[in-house]
């Protein structure tokens, strides 16, 4: 009773519950919901790639032998939030972080800031779950989301759409890619207005079914890839740590940094434990300090693909 009571606590520490009485316009569907056959979660594996080289190979590549891979990515999904509005990522507050142990891990990513922004579906799909999350299906507390839409794309993947202050849509609805479904708000468990943005794979339920919504998101540029990285030790295990990642013009100058860490440990192990993505394409530093040894990678972000880096430490 006391560890469920402590789970309770800091919930309300990572998102304070914010009980908001929604606009008498505000178009709120009636919950209900379409229920989608049990399936076995699936693990994001690295894809098959040409190796990331300055010389062009089509022999399949191992980011465990090399120094980085090249492969296509997932980049199937467009931005909930468009452009003119303001479509990043939180950075304070990215997929499986804790913002520095201030808050739960996250499940999902934060997009959009202001109140009444229209959120657009992010792919094709039907939507299976419209209106308040009074009963707890998609989190283990209730109203933890508040006004939400969950769609049910191709195959075992799904999104979720969180905090709405006003929902477009109702269980049953095709959508296509790109459709209004509903406006940003801060209903349920959130501290300020904004889209919480997840991506599902399998059991769409379970609340650990979650994957990074920032290794599914197309690039909001042309010439932008993703990274995704695992540390791993000696033993093959996934290791927790916090690195750097710059990037450099050809004349050696920083264009760009970023700090960063490895998922927290309380979420589901999948082959990478770390990504970001949005990165304009070119040259990057990784370098990260762990049991006083310093390890650095130079690799490359390639317009539209994915980088996929291990590093394996002492």
Same mark, same amino acid.
């Given at each position: 009773?006391?560890?469920?009571?402590?789970?309770?606590?800091?919930?309300?520490?990572?998102?304070?519950?914010?009980?908001?009485?929604? !606009?008498?316009?505000?178009?709120?569907?009636?919950?209900?919901?379409?229920?989608? #056959?049990?399936?076995?979660?699936?693990?994001?594996?690295?894809?098959?790639?040409n190796q990331g080289t300055p010389t062009?190979?089509?022999? #399949?590549?191992? #980011?465990?032998?090399?120094?980085?891979?090249?492969?296509?990515?997932?980049?199937?999904?467009?931005?909930?939030?468009?452009? !003119?509005?303001?479509?990043? &990522?939180? #950075?304070?507050?990215?997929?499986?972080?804790?913002?520095?142990?201030?808050?739960?891990?996250?499940?999902?990513?934060?997009?959009?800031?202001?109140? %009444?922004?229209?959120?657009q579906s992010a792919a094709d799909g039907?939507?299976?779950?419209?209106? !308040?999350?009074?009963?707890?299906?998609?989190?283990?507390?209730?109203?933890?989301?508040?006004?939400?839409?969950?769609?049910?794309?191709?195959?075992?993947?799904?999104?979720?759409?969180a905090h709405l202050s006003e929902i477009?849509?109702?269980?049953?609805?095709?959508?296509?890619?790109?459709?209004?479904?509903?406006?940003?708000?801060?209903?349920?468990?959130?501290? %300020?207005?904004?889209?919480?943005?997840?991506?599902?794979?399998?059991?769409?339920?379970?609340?650990?079914?979650?994957?990074?919504?920032?290794?599914?998101?197309? !690039?909001?540029?042309?010439?932008?890839?993703?990274?995704?990285?695992?540390?791993?030790?000696?033993?093959?295990?996934?290791?927790?740590?916090?690195?750097?990642?710059?990037?450099?013009?050809?004349?050696?100058?920083?264009?760009?940094?970023?700090?960063?860490?490895?998922?927290?440990?309380?979420?589901?192990?999948?082959?990478?434990?770390?990504?970001?993505?949005?990165?304009?394409? %070119?040259?990057?530093?990784?370098?990260?300090?762990?049991?006083?040894?310093?390890?650095?990678?130079?690799?490359? &972000?390639?317009?539209?693909?994915?980088?996929?880096?291990?590093?394996?430490?002492?």
């Amino acid at each position: 009773m006391k560890y469920s009571f402590l789970i309770f606590l800091l919930l309300l520490v990572s998102c304070t519950s914010s009980q908001n009485t929604l !606009p008498t316009s505000a178009a709120i569907a009636t919950p209900s919901r379409i229920v989608v #056959p049990t399936q076995t979660a699936t693990t994001v594996a690295f894809p098959t790639a040409n190796q990331g080289t300055p010389t062009p190979t089509h022999i #399949p590549c191992d #980011p465990r032998t090399v120094d980085y891979c090249i492969a296509d990515g997932h980049f199937i999904l467009q931005r909930p939030i468009q452009p !003119p509005a303001n479509d990043s &990522v939180d #950075p304070t507050y990215r997929y499986a972080s804790t913002a520095n142990g201030t808050r739960d891990p996250h499940h999902g990513i934060e997009i959009g800031k202001d109140f %009444g922004t229209p959120v657009q579906s992010a792919a094709d799909g039907v939507v299976i779950f419209a209106g !308040p999350d009074q009963a707890a299906i998609y989190s283990p507390w209730a109203n933890y989301y508040g006004n939400v839409i969950v769609i049910h794309h191709t195959a075992d993947l799904f999104t979720l759409y969180a905090h709405l202050s006003e929902i477009n849509v109702e269980v049953g609805d095709v959508v296509q890619v790109g459709e209004k479904i509903g406006e940003v708000g801060q209903t349920g468990a959130a501290t %300020g207005s904004h889209l919480h943005f997840e991506v599902r794979r399998g059991e769409v339920e379970n609340y650990f079914s979650t994957v990074n919504p920032e290794l599914w998101l197309a !690039p909001s540029h042309a010439e932008y890839g993703a990274v995704a990285l695992t540390i791993l030790d000696e033993a093959g295990l996934l290791q927790r740590a916090k690195f750097t990642l710059q990037n450099y013009s050809a004349s050696n100058e920083i264009l760009g940094e970023h700090y960063l860490e490895t998922y927290d440990p309380h979420m589901p192990a999948y082959e990478e434990n770390a990504a970001l993505g949005d990165l304009p394409s %070119g040259r990057y530093r990784i370098t990260l300090i762990q049991n006083g040894h310093l390890y650095e990678r130079w690799v490359e &972000v390639q317009s539209g693909k994915l980088t996929q880096v291990v590093i394996v430490v002492k």
